[in-house]
């Protein structure tokens, strides 16, 4: 079964770096635009940065522009979320899908940034 397996977050403080990283199981990212989205507390999950596999074309969210980078590892089917100058209002569960979300949904990993 395929399975999207997200890791990487933590606790850090405002102005802070984290790299976050999603992996597949059952499948590659061959072909497909991935992406990575974002749910704070009481809020709708939101879209943050996405990138097509096969050209590294990206796309971003105005509020990461700038601060945020995704990227991807071909060899290992990795796709990742460089994130810098961290603030409070980035604290989040993170999570990576297909820019259209039509992989089941992982277990996202939470970003906490403390002010």
């Known amino acids: 079964q395929d399975q999207l397996v997200e890791s990487g977050g933590g606790l850090v403080q405002h102005g802070g770096s984290l790299r976050l990283s999603c992996a597949a199981s059952?499948?590659?990212?061959?072909?497909?635009?991935m992406a990575w989205f974002r749910q704070a507390p009481g809020k709708e999950r939101e879209f943050v940065a996405s990138?097509?596999?096969?050209?590294?074309?990206?796309d971003y969210a105005e509020f990461v522009k700038g601060r945020f980078a995704i990227f991807r590892e071909i060899a290992n089917n990795v796709v990742y979320l460089r994130m810098n100058s961290l603030k409070p209002e980035d604290t989040a569960v993170y999570y990576c899908?297909?820019?259209?979300?039509?992989?089941?949904w992982g277990q996202g990993t939470q970003v906490t940034v403390s002010s």
């Open positions: 899908n297909t820019r259209a979300g039509t992989w089941a």
């Open positions: 059952g499948r590659t990212f061959s072909r497909l635009n």
């Open positions: 990138i097509y596999w096969s050209t590294g074309y990206t």
